[in-house]
């Protein structure tokens, strides 16, 4: 089992920055990926974020590109999320996920592609 923490939610101008964290620990060496998804209440947790963990590849929903940047250290088992040019619509609780059973590129933008969830962390962008 590997076991999630994130940090650095909190509250934010619109057009700010912000930056999460997701510390793994456990058994970090079954991770396949890593990924950030977010859900606001009444509505379905969405896909944000997601990277691969050894080969590194990245992908990113399309409400995001160009603002957020995900990326990890491999030696802090660690995923980034930073975050640029909020928008308040940016506003939920962000979920780092990972996923330890071994996915594909497909599974990566999918709930069901990840298996251990970490408590969330809120983000909230002022108009």
């Known amino acids: 089992q590997v076991q999630l923490v994130e940090s650095g939610g909190g509250l934010v101008q619109a057009g700010g920055s912000l930056r999460l964290s997701c510390a793994a620990s456990?058994?970090?060496?079954?991770?396949?990926?890593m990924g950030w998804f977010r859900q606001t209440p009444g509505k379905d947790r969405e896909f944000v974020a997601a990277?691969?963990?050894?080969?590194?590849?990245?992908y990113y929903s399309d409400s995001v590109k160009g603002r957020f940047t995900i990326s990890r250290d491999y030696a802090k088992n660690t995923v980034y999320l930073q975050m640029n040019s909020l928008k308040y619509e940016d506003t939920a609780v962000y979920y780092c996920?990972?996923?330890?059973?071994?996915?594909?590129?497909?599974?990566?933008?999918?709930?069901?592609?990840?298996?251990?969830w970490g408590q969330g962390t809120q983000v909230t962008v002022s108009s």
């Open positions: 990277v691969s963990w050894r080969g590194g590849a990245t």
């Open positions: 996920a990972v996923d330890t059973i071994g996915g594909t590129s497909s599974s990566r933008r999918y709930l069901p592609g990840y298996d251990c």
């Open positions: 456990g058994r970090t060496f079954s991770m396949y990926a």
